[in-house]
């Protein structure tokens, strides 16, 4: 990543000039690492009706009879599910465009969409 790339990020995340500039800095403050936090992977994976069916009875299963090793797995399946066609990554973009329509506008977004998905 360049000085450029990385001043374009500063910026992004650390607005601070104006009252509504502050107050998107501080919403991406918070989006981010929330969209980014594993506990809220399993709301955001897409299924089709049959894995649904079958990751609720595996983690039923898995919670009743304490069994980690499923678990871990359900996590990694979901983790993986989740990052399949970058979509996580595409959505993420789309709420920080829809945050930030005047910080350097799309181009910056499309120069940090390679490092989310």
């Known amino acids: 990543m360049g000085a450029k790339e990385k001043q374009m990020i500063d ?3 650390n607005a601070t000039t104006t009252k509504q500039e502050n107050s998107t ?6 989006i ?3 969209w980014l936090n594993p506990k809220h992977v399993k709301y955001k994976t897409r299924y ?8 609720s009875i595996f983690q039923s299963l898995a919670n ?10 359900l996590k990694e399946y979901r983790i993986a599910k989740l990052s399949e066609d970058g979509q996580s990554s595409s959505e ?4 920080l465009i829809a945050r930030m ?9 499309e120069k940090l969409s390679k ?3």
């Open 48 to 55: 089709s009706k049959n894995q649904i069916t079958a990751i």
């Open 64 to 73: 009743k009879y304490k069994i980690n090793t499923l678990k871990r797995f």
């Open 115 to 117: 490092f989310l998905g």
């Open 101 to 109: 329509p005047d910080v350097e506008g799309q181009s910056t977004l």
């Open 11 to 13: 910026q992004i995340f």
């Open 32 to 34: 981010v690492p929330e």
């Open 25 to 30: 800095a501080e919403n991406i403050s918070i």
């Open 92 to 95: 993420l973009k789309d709420i």
